[in-house]
């Protein structure tokens, strides 16, 4: 589905993570100057049960669909330590978020390696701000990347065709 912003609520609500919304109020036909205030107002739209979580405790990602799980897999988060700086801490952000950008099987990092990025983040499926579930050829059994979820290709292509749509929620437990 293709999205045209044509007001600052309807791109808002997209930068909140709101695309169906958006989407939904302008096939209706009802942007007009008071659309702002009621994009601002409104709720996410219900997302088919869907949710994604992160374990980093147990190195496990899980996949539910309506409560029930459908399918699970190993998973490695941000590293205590950054690679290059291990004084600075890369975990992963823990906390309820939802998809807020999709990318292709060749998905790339726009930041990393530092200063012009290009590592391999296959299928990066985005969260906030920077930080993505992404498929990886290494999904070590202790912490690694720079704060994105990595899991493994075969499972990345699985999520991101068959599972994870925008909006989806995604649930980063703590460390």
């Known amino acids: 589905m293709k999205i045209t912003v044509t007001t600052i609520g309807a791109l808002i609500s997209l930068m ?4 169906l919304i958006a989407a939904q109020v302008k096939s ?17 739209a219900a997302q088919s049960g869907r949710l994604f979580v992160f ?6 990602w899980y996949a539910y669909q309506n409560g029930r799980l459908i399918k699970q897999g190993r998973a490695s988060g941000g590293a205590y330590g950054c690679p290059k700086n291990k ?22 990092s726009t930041r990393y390696p530092k200063p012009h990025g290009g590592a391999r ?16 050829d290494h999904v070590p059994n202790y912490h690694a990347s720079h704060g994105c ?6 499972d990345a292509r699985w999520l991101s065709h068959n ?7 995604v649930v980063v437990k703590s460390y």
């Open 16 to 19: 909140l993570g709101q695309p």
């Open 28 to 44: 209706a036909g009802v942007l007009n100057p008071h659309s702002f205030i009621q994009l601002a107002a409104a709720k996410p």
């Open 55 to 60: 374990d980093p405790k147990r190195h496990r």
């Open 87 to 108: 004084s600075r801490s890369c975990r992963t952000p823990s906390g309820t978020f939802r998809i807020i950008r999709k990318g292709p099987p060749n998905c790339k």
């Open 121 to 136: 983040m296959d299928y990066c499926m985005c969260y906030h701000a920077f930080y993505c579930i992404h498929g990886s």
């Open 149 to 154: 979820i990595r899991v493994t290709p075969a």
């Open 163 to 169: 599972f994870i749509q925008y909006g989806t929620k």
